[in-house]
């Protein structure tokens, strides 16, 4: 333990005397601070996608033309079967496609409740 002890108090003193050591130490991670927390962000803006409406109703309607007035998502395109799906994606125009089920507003009155599949 004394032996562990000496040898942290000279690599102490290597560091303090040494300025390259010194920024290395604590300047380098305040950079990376400074830079990734302006450069990397976790929020979603203006992503590409598709939409597959089974049920082409005015409930429907309603909900796609907010989707497309949000920032957050852009409607790159309407596809018509699920057999699309994949060729969107292998495109690389879109990022996800937006899948909603047949009968969406008939479901949604009845059982209050209806489901919308979003395909990433």
Not at 20 to 47: D, H, K
Not at 49 to 55: E, G, K, P, R, T
Not at 61 to 75: R, T
Request: glycine share 4%.
């Amino acid at each position: 333990m004394k032996r562990f002890r000496g040898f942290v108090i000279k690599e102490f003193y290597h560091i303090f005397r040494d300025k390259r050591s010194l920024f290395i130490l604590f300047g380098m991670p305040i950079a990376q601070i400074l830079l990734f927390g302006f450069a990397i962000t976790n929020e979603i803006n203006n992503v590409d996608i598709a939409v597959l409406d089974h049920s082409k109703d005015a409930t429907t309607e309603e909900i796609i033309n907010k989707i497309a007035a949000s920032s957050y998502f852009s409607i790159d395109q309407f596809i018509e079967r699920e057999s699309d799906i994949e060729t969107v994606f292998k495109q690389g125009k879109v990022k996800a496609v937006l899948n909603i089920e047949k009968d969406f507003s008939q479901k949604l009155i009845k059982d209050g409740k209806a489901h919308v599949q979003i395909i990433t």
